[in-house]
Each structure stands twice: as C-alpha cells, then as structure tokens.
C-alpha cells in the first residue's frame, strides 16, 4: 500500500483545473507533514486527524471557515483513497468541525451594490455583459473566461461553460443578459480561438479567469461600493435570492452546479430544520391535501407547464 506522499502524488494526478489542484496540494501537504509523509495511508486514524484539526483550532491565521475547508478537502483525499482500494474506510469520515454560523448574505453583494454596479457599466458593453451574466448564471469566474462563441445560444438564453472539475455545465440567462451579450459582440475584437469574452482592445485576447474578477472589483470600485466585490461574491448572492425566495435546494444545487446538496446547504440553507418545520407547519398532512394554494412558499412542476 502507498506511503501518504505516495497516495497524494496519485491524487494530485486525477484531472482536475490547475486551480484546484494548488489548492489540495497546498492544504494536504500541511497535513502529510505533521502526520508523518512516509505514513502508510492505512495507518492513518481518525484520532491522528481529529489531533491535527485541534493543532490548528485556534491558530490566529485560521479562521473557523478556514479549519472547516481543510475538513472538507481531507474528506475528499481519503474518500478517494477508498475509491482506489487504498483502504477500506475514510479515517476522515465522523470528522467534522463547528459551523462558525453565517451572517446572512455577507460574503454576497448586496442587490444595491449590484445595481449601482450595473449603472457604471452603463457605457461599458463587454463589462456590463460580464456582470449580467454573472448574476444571472451563477457561473464561477473560470466558467464565464471558458465561453465560446459556438456554445453560446442567445435564441434559448443558454450557454455550455467548462467549470470546475473540467465538466460541462449548461447555464440559463434572461432576455436582458441576451441584449447585453448582442451589444458586446457587436464591438468585440476578432479573436482566434472564438472567445465570447475578450479584452476590449484592437487585438483581442481571451479573457482570463482572473481577467473576470478584474472586471469586477473594476465596476465596484467604479460604483463606489463600501467593499470591493469579486466575481465570488456575485455568486454567493445567486444562491442567497434562490434560497431566500424559497427555491428547493436541489434546483439551486443544480444551477450553482455544486457536486452536492450538502454543500449548497451549508452555504445557503443553514437553517435546515428550521425550513423543514416551517415547511411542515404549511403543509400539514400534505398528502391529503390538494395542490398547494397560492401563499405556499413552494415551486410546483405546474408552475413550468
């Protein structure tokens, strides 16, 4: 069986955005380091992470959302390990970390920032193209930087981006965010490789993923907002208004398009059994009932007929 430093180079080679890549290995060679590299993977318990997660509860550089990502990418590696027959059951498995609570909506832009942000791109067609779709995709800024012109339909008001994972996620827009592409790509540069988003000069260059959050940070300081915003923050506020509007979970899983409904609930929907009774107290013995009523906080099919 592989040594730690074994099963983490295997890892590091399952096909993945370079980003994320950084992000794993950065955090998981911390943990290998104080663990013991040459550890054979099947000699790693539970107990030997729970001490590790305690050496870091309270360092004044880890915040307790921080300690809460290094669980959850800890949970990742040894649950591939089991994948891989590595071992045979995730040591990382009961392991878990207090939720440090959330502050409603506040790593999300605030809806008027993001009208006053929309009012600086006024003259600005690419950027106000890049915002509009942002709020209204949900897309992650290297999903946005991924558009091609052939997978953009304006008719349908859908677009095919590469996200993270490398997989192929299908996005809606509204007629507005369609107006606002059709005014960009009247003046966008010629490019070669098709790019829908570009920089704005007479050469045009695919517009990177940190190019996106440039645009950004660029309107909000433009708008001057209190805090300068990311491309982050204005997917945060997507998934805030779907839960606040009483969107399911699993449809706001799928248009994040997170990999599961656990962690859109962790981010959107903290308050679950306070959404389960409350829901209950609407829809009490719900089978018996007729279709649900105007006044129910609930999205029916009918509702897409």
Not at 113 to 140: E, I, Q
Not at 170 to 176: A, D, I, Q, R
Request: net charge positive.
């Amino acid at each position: 069986m592989p040594t730690l430093n074994e099963a983490l180079r295997a890892f590091l080679r399952v096909e993945r955005s370079p980003f994320t890549n950084r992000h794993y290995r950065r955090n998981l060679n911390r943990l290998i380091t104080a663990i013991g590299p040459q550890r054979d993977v099947r000699r790693v318990t539970h107990d030997d992470l729970a001490d590790y997660v305690d050496s870091l509860r309270g360092q004044p550089s880890i915040s307790a959302n921080t300690l809460q990502t290094y669980v959850r990418i800890m949970r990742t590696f040894f649950n591939w390990c089991v994948k891989e027959k590595y071992i045979a059951v995730s040591p990382a498995q009961a392991l878990s970390v207090r939720s440090p609570g959330r502050r409603p909506g506040s790593r999300a832009v605030p809806s008027d920032d993001l009208r006053r942000m929309l009012d600086a791109a006024r003259y600005r067609p690419r950027d106000r193209a890049v915002l509009l779709f942002l709020v209204d995709t949900a897309c992650r800024a290297g999903g946005l930087a991924s558009l091609t012109l052939d997978r953009l339909h304006l008719e349908e008001g859908k677009a095919v981006l590469l996200e993270k994972g490398n997989r192929w996620h299908t996005v809606y827009f509204s007629p507005e965010t369609a107006e606002a592409l059709r005014a960009w790509l009247e003046v966008r540069p010629e490019v070669g490789p098709g790019y829908v988003f570009t920089t704005t000069g007479s050469a045009g260059k695919p517009l990177s993923r940190v190019g996106v959050s440039d645009v950004v940070r660029r309107l909000s300081k433009l708008a001057g907002t209190d805090k300068v915003w990311t491309a982050h923050a204005v997917r945060h506020a997507v998934g805030h208004a779907y839960a606040d509007a009483g969107v399911p979970v699993t449809v706001t899983q799928a248009k994040l398009g997170h990999s599961s409904p656990d962690i859109t609930m962790r981010f959107y929907y903290p308050e679950g059994e306070q959404i389960v009774a409350e829901t209950s107290r609407r829809l009490p013995l719900a089978p018996l009932r007729r279709p649900a009523v105007d006044g129910d906080k609930i999205i029916r099919l009918a509702d897409f007929a």
